[in-house]
């Protein structure tokens, strides 16, 4: 069976004197933060722009947010639901809908491909099937 220990009353005095000076703890949130410089998450809603406007905006989003070192995106293509292509024969449903263009224009762009670790699909409260993420590689300085 083991002794119980009481505390005496100079290591309540040690204690007490310990934590009124702050030099003496260590801050962990800092490191935290020095690790994650940029926890930033950038958005791009495309509902209702025509593919060649929203390949150019993505261009420029993902070019900017690589400068700003921001590491997550998340661009909302919508589902594209609302597509007319269903009307016209000779246009490919998959390619003129903004949800299936995007990740293939940005894949089939050498420039913006190297700034990217990995495209996924989004989670149901960010846009679900209608959005997809984007994590960016970090600036090699």
């Known amino acids: 069976?083991?002794?119980?220990?009481?505390?005496?009353?100079?290591?309540?005095?040690?204690?007490?004197?310990?934590?009124?000076?702050?030099?003496?703890l260590h801050d962990k949130d800092s490191v935290v933060e020095k690790n994650n410089i940029n926890k930033e998450i950038r958005k791009l809603d495309l509902h209702g722009q025509t593919l060649d406007h929203a390949n150019l905006e993505v261009k420029k989003f993902i070019e900017q947010s690589?400068?700003?070192?921001?590491?997550?995106?998340?661009?909302?293509?919508?589902?594209?639901?609302?597509?007319?292509?269903?009307?016209?024969?000779?246009?490919?449903?998959?390619?003129?809908?903004?949800?299936?263009?995007i990740p293939e224009y940005i894949k089939n762009n050498i420039e913006l491909n190297n700034k990217i670790s990995t495209i996924s699909e989004a989670n149901l409260k960010?846009?679900?099937?209608?959005?997809f993420y984007i994590f960016l590689k970090s600036i090699k300085e």
């Open 1 to 24: 069976m083991k002794k119980k220990s009481f505390l005496t009353s100079k290591d309540k005095k040690d204690w007490l004197n310990f934590i009124k000076q702050p030099k003496n």
């Open 66 to 101: 690589f400068q700003d070192k921001v590491r997550k995106l998340i661009i909302i293509t919508g589902k594209g639901l609302r597509s007319k292509v269903d009307n016209d024969p000779y246009r490919s449903k998959k390619m003129n809908i903004l949800k299936y263009s």
């Open 126 to 131: 960010d846009g679900g099937e209608g959005a």
